[in-house]
Nanobody
Framework: QLQLVESGGASVQPGGSLILSCAASGSTSDYYAIAWFRQAPGKEREFVGAINARGITINYSDSVKGRFTISKDNAKNTVYLQMDSLKPEDTAVYYC???????????????????WGLGTQVTVSS
């Protein structure tokens, strides 16, 4: 059973930076796509970014494009979300998710993903 553990969430001031990590374990295959989603209080879950298995295709939402960067370390089965120029509207619980069925796609829909972590809180406030 594949398990995902997010870490790195914290409280930061506007304009600050954070790096979130998503560590995957328990899978018989390391060939999958990984995405980041977030959910703010009272709002629906929102796509943030995704990277396919080979790291060739990377998608970002318009709200984070140019500020957030996804990368992966296959040797560590870990995906990172570098978040720069953080804004108060970035405040949310951030989740990573894995798509085993279509590893070549960096899908943007939550329904594309089969496994989810428990999330890590990011708060941007002065």
């Amino acid at each position: 059973q594949l398990q995902l553990v997010e870490s790195g969430g914290a409280s930061v001031q506007p304009g600050g930076s954070l790096i979130l990590s998503c560590a995957a374990s328990g899978s018989t295959s390391d060939y999958y796509a990984i995405a980041w989603f977030r959910q703010a209080p009272g709002k629906e879950r929102e796509f943030v970014g995704a990277i396919n298995a080979r790291g060739i295709t990377i998608n970002y939402s318009d709200s984070v494009k140019g500020r957030f960067t996804i990368s992966k370390d296959n040797a560590k089965n870990t995906v990172y979300l570098q978040m720069d120029s953080l804004k108060p509207e970035d405040t949310a619980v951030y989740y990573c998710a894995v798509d085993l069925d279509r590893p070549w796609v960096a899908g943007v829909a939550g329904n594309d993903y089969d496994y989810w972590g428990l999330g890590t809180q990011v708060t941007v406030s002065s």
